[in-house]
């Protein structure tokens, strides 16, 4: 079986490439009125791509953004899958790119590069090859499980009506299992199969100083500051010891299990490769846990982004009389969005009611709250025996720093979500020069090809 799967990859490798070059070159922006025909077009290629692959019934569910939606159910008795991903992309900035633009995807040293590549379309490709190899390896002319995809087109915007979209259709995505692939792995050489997801909610805070921006040369010294205001207050988000200030912010946190503990020291880490992969300089956060526990166990806090008086252009020398900030709360179980979007009104409120003028803006509809698949799932284990068969190598155990619907699709479909995800971390998502290993496609198909060989394992 293993060779099997692995020769039918390798003679079609150039076409794997072929196609997700073909679909990179789509642009499926996330959350642009200007590119809704591109993200309908980026739908439509993929759910070409799937009936073309044998899928019985393929629709593309319209709406704020296309999503796709395909089924596969012909093994009576055998377990249902739910693949989630997402086709839309995050937006580029052309002039950063080195060597080519974003939408340009070329193929060097081994990679892919295009925006969207490894987040998400290279992933959805690991899984559209993976069902081929799988029909290929077995001789069998349906998938030996129930396959559904659901590929939403709003992930990168946060997914604000994936809820209505699960609850239109609820009798058509009932599932035993979801399998979650917008995720990581640890290294192409140490694979590892990702637990959990941290939670996220995201703020913006405006702060003012004077009625309007005023010359500093006629106010400066006795006139309020919109930008020091918040950057005071946004210094003391954190303690010396970098743990968030929010109060009660950990009290729901729990310490990380021994188990959980082992299981992420177990992976191959050094803090030159992690520097090198992350591409960081220095190493800050949480005193008291390692790296990994930071990324991926305990919740953080940052500033993504902080505009105030004249970022660019000219110069006024002017007192800012406004400063805003959009902060970004990653949260881990069994934190709340709601508890923890109360504690940053109440500390903000505490911090600058009496002095300063401020509006402070939770988004409800895109907070998305943790997840952690159950430890005692069978299809952990059916995975890792898939994962040590498609990398050859056995897998450990990590988490994701980043977020997703897992914890919605959980909730809302009743059934353990089980990531698995071909990105690595030096992957690039969001930012210029995004790619994705072609020896991590492959091996993700291959995984997936034994995983749905072995269907019992999936109860
Ligand atoms: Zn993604």
Redesign the pocket.
């Known amino acids: 079986m293993t060779r099997d799967v692995r020769e039918f990859l390798s003679a079609h490798q150039d076409v794997l490439v072929e196609e997700l070059v073909g679909w990179l070159r789509i642009r499926s922006v996330a959350g642009l009125p200007e590119r809704a025909p591109d993200l309908i077009r980026s739908a439509n290629w993929l759910a070409a791509e799937l009936r073309a692959t044998g899928f019985p019934a393929v629709e593309v569910w319209k709406g704020e953004a296309p999503a796709v939606y395909a089924e596969w159910c012909a093994a009576p008795g055998a377990p249902t899958v739910l693949i989630y991903s997402?086709h839309d992309v995050r937006a580029a900035k052309d002039e950063l790119w080195e060597e080519t633009p974003p939408f340009e995807p070329a193929v060097r040293d081994g990679r892919v590069y295009g925006r969207g590549a490894s987040?998400?379309k290279g992933q959805i490709m690991s899984h559209v090859w993976g069902i081929r190899a799988h029909l290929a390896a077995t001789g069998r002319d349906a998938p030996a499980v129930n396959l559904k995809f659901l590929v939403e087109g709003e992930?990168?915007s946060g997914s604000a009506h994936l809820a209505g979209l699960l609850d239109d259709h609820r009798d058509r995505l009932g599932a035993d299992l979801v399998v979650f692939s917008?995720t990581l792995t640890w290294r192409a050489d140490h694979p590892a199969v990702c637990t959990s997801a941290r939670g996220m909610v995201m703020a913006e805070l405006g702060v003012s100083g004077p009625l309007r921006d005023v010359h500093s040369g006629a106010a400066s010294g006795p006139a309020p500051n919109a930008a020091v205001e918040l950057a005071r207050l946004l210094g003391r988000l954190h303690d010396d010891k970098g743990r968030i200030t929010l109060p009660g912010f950990y009290d729901t946190v729990a310490e990380p299990s021994e188990r959980r503990r082992a299981e992420l020291a177990a992976l191959p880490f050094t803090e030159r490769d992690w520097l090198d992969r992350s591409e960081t300089r220095s190493i800050t956060g949480e005193a008291g846990y390692s790296v990994l526990e930071r990324l991926w166990v305990r919740p953080a806090a940052e500033i993504i982004s902080m505009v105030a008086g004249d970022p660019v252009g000219v110069t006024r020398s002017a007192i800012p009389a406004v400063a805003t900030a959009t902060l970004n709360i990653r949260t881990v179980p069994d934190q709340k969005v709601d508890e923890v979007a109360g504690q940053l009104r109440r500390w903000v409120a505490e911090q600058l009611a009496d002095t300063v003028e401020y509006d402070l803006t939770i988004a409800r509809e895109t907070a998305q709250e943790p997840y952690r698949t159950p430890d005692d799932l069978p299809a952990l284990d059916a995975l890792a025996v898939a994962m040590h068969d498609g990398f050859g190598q056995p897998p450990g155990r990590m988490g994701n720093a980043g977020g997703g619907p897992a914890e919605l699709l959980s909730r809302t479909l009743g059934a353990p979500v089980l990531f698995f995800g071909v990105g690595l971390p030096e992957d690039r998502w969001h930012d210029s020069d995004e790619r994705v290993s072609i020896e991590m496609l492959m091996n993700g198909a291959a995984t997936l090809a034994h995983l749905w060989s072995r269907p019992s394992a999936l109860r």
């Open positions: 997402h987040d998400a992930e990168e917008d």
